[in-house]
Nanobody, 128 residues
């Protein structure tokens, strides 16, 4: 029901930065917990980051949660005016090479990786 579209992937060198975007037409992403996942070649899907829902007009903050492999290097954040969720990736490593997926869920727990909607994924390649 929620169609997510990722953008911003590409080829970068180790140590570079890259920003991924996730959008949804006709839906307000602030109503969902949003997550980023990735899957490297021959590997299982890995949790990257999640950001909480924004409930009510008085809530202006978001909680975030990160996987151990990216904490301190990646940042997830929202731009409500653009109805977009971003993943800012810094200090990229060869090991970060993967297809990155945007996901959305109605559940509230950031450490529960059961998402209802998924994007098609976008390639990020980091060269040494």
């Amino acid at each position: 029901q929620v169609q997510l579209v990722e953008s911003g992937g590409g080829l970068v060198q180790a140590g570079d930065s890259l920003r991924l975007s996730c959008t949804a037409s006709g839906r307000t992403l602030s109503n969902y917990v949003m997550g980023w996942f990735r899957q490297g070649l021959g590997k299982e899907r890995e949790f990257v980051a999640a950001i909480s829902r924004i409930q009510g007009i008085t809530q202006t903050y978001s909680r975030t949660y990160y996987g151990d492999s990216v904490r301190g290097r990646f940042v997830i954040f929202r731009d409500g005016a653009k109805n977009t969720v971003f993943l800012q990736m810094s200090s990229l490593k060869r090991e970060d090479t993967a297809v990155y997926f945007c996901a959305a869920k109605t559940g509230s727990a950031l450490d529960v990786y059961e998402y209802d909607y998924w994007g098609q994924g976008i390639q990020v390649t980091v060269s040494s």
